[in-house]
């Protein structure tokens, strides 16, 4: 059950007291010794921050704590932020629903109603197109590839100039590997069985279903279950084998299909209000920064520890666990590829941003082909 209360790690009240005294005794000592020092540049050891504030923000969160990789990173990133911030930065995490509803937190954040939120971009592709890209691209990078891109290839700087439009800072903290391409209740043989089918789908892939003649519908992760046990969808996408499973997926439908074609990258950030974060010592946006790259690393990681063994499992229990045959893919890419260059011809910004993946993509191609084993070998 999501918890509505704020959750994430707590010191100690004595620790934390005592951390304060400290602090505080420090920067007295300080600023009385500068006091006694003429005008001038602070260097070395006395270029401190002297008056470091405590601060406490509520974190939003997308995805509910339960489910894994895809909703404990947020707490794993709070824990790291507190103990790299000597807990002088404290981010307490809310459950999907409990603050702000999961598809509105990037706006809660640019309006100011809430210091920061963690959510997948994706969400917002309806108001602003481009956000997807920064979420996951159907056929695209691997999730190595996207962080070499974001980090080394100019996705952050990207990022950072159309978030800062809407007074946003975007922080890459989470990532995940594939999702799988779906839980169906009937065995999909060729691209007419997606014609008519009531779907729950998200991002691009969710526009290449509408063009492939699905009934495409956008809803939270706590509402598919309902959604599937009472048929008012026919059929989902969501996430990782061991994330749909802790959804229950597998209780109501058995053809669970891969790869996962449309997302073969999930991407997660923390936003945060620039005003916010302007707001916050050097110290602390540097416990923050640090702590989600931490967080994408966790999270990766922790992703693809817990897959083989859940699909273990999903066969043990009679589902069936297929790939889409290649020709579905074939005709599935032909269609992504429509899906995008209609899209780059409506917005500049999803135009520059793909613009900027592809060129990347195409370089890194060249050590992907030479560099790694074939996955057959």
């Not at 959510?119 to 108001?127: E, F, H, K, R, S």
């Not at 991002?203 to 809803?219: D, R």
Request: with cysteine; aromatic share 10%; net charge negative.
């Amino acid at each position: 059950m999501a918890k509505t209360e704020p959750q994430g790690s707590r010191g100690g009240v004595s620790n934390r007291a005592a951390l304060v005294a400290v602090l505080t005794a420090f920067s007295v000592g300080a600023m009385a010794s500068l006091a006694l020092r003429p005008a001038g540049r602070i260097e070395g050891a006395e270029a401190v921050e002297i008056a470091l504030t405590n601060v406490r923000w509520k974190l939003p969160i997308a995805f509910g704590t339960q489910l894994p990789a895809l909703g404990d990173n947020a707490l794993y990133i709070a824990e790291r932020v507190e103990a790299t911030s000597a807990g002088t930065l404290i981010l307490d995490v809310y459950e999907p629903g409990a603050v702000v509803p999961p598809f509105s937190i990037v706006e809660a954040v640019k309006e100011g109603k809430v210091e920061a939120g963690y959510t997948w971009l994706g969400y917002d592709q309806g108001i602003m197109p481009v956000s997807v890209l920064f979420g996951a691209v159907p056929f695209g990078m691997e999730p190595w590839e996207y962080a070499a891109w974001w980090y080394y290839g100019g996705g952050q700087a990207l990022a950072d100039e159309i978030y800062g439009a809407l007074s946003i800072r975007p922080i890459f903290c989470g990532l995940i590997g594939p999702e799988s391409a779906g839980w169906f209740r009937e065995e999909i043989k060729s691209l007419d069985d997606l014609r008519g089918l009531k779907i729950r789908f998200a991002g691009l892939g969710g526009m290449v279903m509408q063009e492939l003649g699905a009934s495409v519908t956008m809803l939270p992760g706590g509402e598919i279950f309902q959604a599937l046990e009472k048929g008012a969808i026919d059929a989902t996408e969501f996430s990782m084998p061991a994330i749909d499973q802790r959804l229950g997926f597998d209780r109501v439908v058995s053809y669970n299909y891969f790869p996962g074609w449309h997302q073969p990258f999930s991407a997660f950030h923390l936003v945060v209000n620039m005003a916010s974060w302007q707001r916050l010592a050097p110290s602390q946006q540097a416990a923050l920064e640090t702590s989600c790259t931490a967080g994408v690393i966790n999270s990766l990681a922790k992703g693809e520890a817990l897959q083989g063994k859940v699909i273990e499992q999903f066969r043990a229990a009679g589902v069936h666990t297929q790939s889409l045959p290649e020709p579905i893919l074939r005709e599935l890419s032909k269609t992504t590829d429509r899906v995008l260059e209609k899209q780059r011809a409506k917005n500049a910004d999803f135009a520059r941003v793909l613009d900027s993946q592809r060129a990347f993509s195409k370089s890194y191609s060249i050590w992907k082909r030479l560099g790694y084993l074939p996955r057959d070998f």
